[in-house]
């Protein structure tokens, strides 16, 4: 077949798919990279965890597919047999980027609709990595509405051990900060996963969104526990 296709085919075209294969590929090694960086950074977040007992529930903001929530909460389960996992996500990918995430037509590789994936497939990936639903529970939909002001009692929620900030854009990270902020402790961990996202300007994405939210919050510290990857960061509560 690949003889045929070789005779078959003009240059130009076969020239084009040659490099259409070798941009996915490397696509594909970056990726599986990035995601290998990332449960590194879930063992060591559960590592710090351990020591400091930090008590509260696990907040992912932006599961996708459920690859870090399903690790994380093997490696967290067993030990804070309390903790509980959330779920907050559209299900419905990314919203359309704009104002200052499409600023200059530039939304470092974001777009509308990215990373979609249905809840009914991210809970069959959860049964599927035996976690025990139980101690799980998704809450679907856009940040702005499902992140209101009171909304964490009417879930349950008192304290956040660990908030996982993986959902993109400055727009959306900003309700996620301010959802949080009542429920974290000294030695609460807040990762920001995209942190280095928009070329590492901190006047974009989630650089603006907690420097914005630190600013409003002067009794806040946050100590950088580690970096993880180009574009990862972890920090732990140093005052409220």
């Not at 301010?178 to 429920?183: D, G, R, V």
């Given at each position: 077949m690949k003889a045929l296709l070789?005779?078959?085919?003009?240059?130009?075209?076969?020239?084009r798919l040659t490099t259409s294969k070798a941009l996915k590929n490397r696509l594909l090694t970056l990726e599986e990279g990035?995601?290998?960086r990332?449960?590194?950074?879930?063992?060591?977040?559960?590592?710090?965890?351990?020591?400091?007992?930090?008590?509260g529930d696990y907040c992912e903001f932006g599961v996708y597919r459920g690859g870090i929530f399903s690790y994380a909460y093997r490696l967290l389960a067993p030990r804070f047999p309390a903790m509980r996992f959330f779920a907050f996500d559209s299900f419905a990918g990314l919203p359309?980027?704009?104002?200052?995430?499409a600023a200059n037509g530039f939304s470092s590789n974001f777009h509308e609709h990215e990373f979609v994936c249905g809840e009914e497939d991210f809970l069959a990936n959860l049964k599927q990595n035996h976690l025990d639903m139980a101690r799980v529970r998704t809450i679907?939909?856009?940040?702005?509405?499902?992140?209101?002001?009171?909304?964490?009692e009417e879930y349950g929620i008192k304290k956040i051990a660990v908030a996982w900030i993986d959902c993109d854009l400055y727009e959306s990270t900003v309700p996620v900060l301010?959802?949080?902020?009542?429920?974290l402790s000294v030695g609460s961990v807040v990762v920001f996963d995209d942190w280095r996202c928009f070329r590492n300007l901190p006047e974009f994405g989630e650089q603006r969104a907690c420097r914005e939210w630190l600013a409003a919050n002067p009794h806040l510290t946050l100590n950088q526990l580690f970096s993880y990857g180009f574009h990862g960061i972890a920090f732990t509560v140093g005052s409220l």
């Open positions: 070789k005779k078959l085919l003009p240059g130009k075209i076969k020239n990035r995601h290998n990332r449960f590194a950074a879930v063992f060591d977040m559960a590592d710090y965890l351990v020591g400091a007992q930090i008590q359309k980027p704009h104002d200052v995430d679907k939909g856009w940040f702005k509405e499902t992140l209101a002001a009171g909304n964490a301010n959802f949080i902020l009542p429920h």
